[in-house]
């Protein structure tokens, strides 16, 4: 590895323990710290991104951001312009500063194609903010269910409403989801080559995420792309947000709390995947109509057979 690497140490010492510090070293030429002209032209034409961000003590949030195609625009391949913020009562809004690094995925859920961005906001006013890239890759579709979506909703009054871990429509939400979000970091305040925040899509059949009897939630980690951006954040850092909308009504469900990884496997729940990692929420939160398009029914994704028990 060279002074050049993508990877900081959480991330190298997953891929040592796993048996692809090889490979990953191999592909990190994949990580670009500029946006490929190809990746720009994607996310301009988005209608919607998911946002990771630290709050001001440090917990990961995920958010989404909305806005007309071209909403987000890439006036050369070091700078990505995002022009919307998340709502005042969003815990992310309050990690959008300047100075502080994010995490972008940009994801079109009608051709489940993916591409990640991770950067370092430079500037913000009332048209949006501003984030020098530091990262850029393209992620395989895998996981991925397909879904159309068509008109906006009826803006609706934001309001944020803290539930517990047993509120029944959380459980409800959770026990049927075939789709989440989530954000992990490095330490913030740590300057490490390849740190930062980064978000991340997980996807498996519905009810893939499993609330465990001791108040957390259990994540499988399926086989991807080899990178461990995640578990070595997870390692680094042990915190996540987490991310799961309510395709029905627009409404989402956000979660932050400490994270744990389960290296000995998953339990018969999950015999698919190749670990798990555990998240015990420290806040939860109901955003109404923060989802505000109208989707259709799922196509899930063809590699959901391999997950199945």
Known sequence: MTDTTPWHEGE???QRRLGFAEHAEARGVNIRDFMPEQHRAFFAQL??????????????????????????????????HIGAYPQDIDPAASGIL?????????????????NRMNGRVIDIDVSGFTVMVEQSFGNCPQYIQRRDYGRRRRPAFPEAKPVAFGDAWAMSLIAA???????????????QAGGGVDVSHRGGRPGFIRAGEDGAYEIPDYRGNRF????????????AGLLIVDFASGDVLQIT????IVWDGPPGAAPAAERLWRLKPVRM???RGAFPFEFG?????PLLAATAS
């Not at 300047?98 to 993916?114: D, H, N």
């Open 285 to 287: 939160l109901r955003l």
């Open 98 to 114: 300047p100075g502080a690094r994010i995490g972008l995925l940009g994801i079109e859920l009608s051709t489940r194609r993916r």
């Open 47 to 80: 209608p919607f991104a998911v946002l990771g961000a630290l709050d001001p003590a440090g917990n990961p949030w995920v958010t989404v951001l909305t806005g007309e195609p071209g909403f987000l625009s890439s006036p050369n391949p070091k700078i990505l």
């Open 177 to 191: 989801a075939d789709t989440a979000f989530v954000a992990s970091s490095t330490p913030p305040g740590t300057a």
């Open 12 to 14: 190298r010492a997953v």
């Open 257 to 260: 709390g400490t994270a744990e």
């Open 297 to 301: 029914s799922p196509e899930f994704s």
């Open 228 to 239: 461990f951006n995640t578990l070595g954040n997870l390692l680094a850092y042990p915190r």
